[in-house]
């Protein structure tokens, strides 16, 4: 069973950073991707960024340049730094597991705010 844990979400002011956590227990591959998603209410689940163990990275078009995912193969911890956070960044952030079948494995979320 995986199970994940983010961490991290919170409120922040226009411009401001935050680092989200995700701590995944349960059986890893090494194959496994793991990422981030978000969906802002009335708005579908984006991807922001993934990361496979060898280093391939992804992010979505509207967090390039701001924000950073790594990744800790030995903690089976995914990290999110997150800078010149906007108020369009207001979302819930989900951790995710992608296995090599297909198989996805979701975080319950947390809620980061951009406001002043």
């Not at 998603?37 to 391939?56: C, F, H, M, N, T």
């Not at 990744?71 to 989900?94: C, F, H, I, W």
């Amino acid at each position: 069973q995986v199970q994940l844990v983010e961490s991290g979400g919170g409120l922040v002011q226009p411009g401001g950073s935050l680092r989200l956590s995700c701590a995944v227990t349960g059986t890893i591959f090494s194959s496994d991707v793991m990422g981030w998603y978000r969906q802002a209410p009335g708005k579908q689940r984006e991807l922001v960024a993934d990361i496979a163990s060898g280093g391939r990275i992804n992010y979505g078009d509207s967090v390039k340049g701001r924000f950073t995912i790594s990744r800790d193969n030995a903690k089976n911890t995914v990290y999110l730094q997150m800078r010149g956070l906007k108020p369009e960044d207001t979302a819930s952030y989900y951790c995710n597991v992608r296995r090599f079948d297909g198989t996805d494995y979701w975080g319950k979320g947390t809620l980061v705010t951009v406001s002043s």
